[in-house]
């Protein structure tokens, strides 16, 4: 049974920053696509950004282009979010998900493609 957990929310002043982890057990993270979604009260949940099992491909939304950072450790079964320029709008549950592929260039970050979804953590930004 895969697992993810994320953990690094909190929070941030507007124009900060922040690096959340996701860490996965159960399987080697060399098999999965990793997204990472955010979902705020009221609002449906939104892909963020996403990397391929061979880091070849990326994503990244447009409100959040040029700011954040995805990347992953495959050694340590662990992927990372780096969020820079922090703004209030940002504040949400963030959530990593892992979706198995063959593809090793595929992304994607509907979460229709992500079998296997971690509890989320809490990023708030404000004054």
């Known amino acids: 049974q895969l697992q993810l957990v994320e953990s690094g929310g909190e929070l941030v002043q507007p124009g900060g920053s922040l690096r959340l982890s996701c860490v996965v057990s159960g399987a080697t993270l060399d098999y999965y696509a990793i997204g990472w979604f955010r979902q705020a009260p009221g609002k449906e949940r939104e892909g963020v950004s996403c990397?391929?099992?061979?880091?070849?491909?990326?994503y990244y939304a447009d409100s959040v282009k040029g700011r954040f950072t995805i990347s992953r450790d495959n050694a340590k079964n662990t992927v990372y979010l780096k969020m820079n320029a922090l703004k209030p709008e940002d504040t949400a549950v963030y959530y990593c998900?892992?979706?198995?592929?063959?593809?090793?260039?595929?992304?994607?970050?509907?979460?229709?493609?992500?079998?296997?979804w971690g509890q989320g953590t809490q990023v708030t930004v404000s004054s």
């Open positions: 990397i391929s099992r061979s880091d070849s491909s990326t």
């Open positions: 998900a892992a979706g198995a592929t063959t593809d090793s260039t595929f992304c994607a970050t509907s979460p229709a493609h992500y079998g296997s």
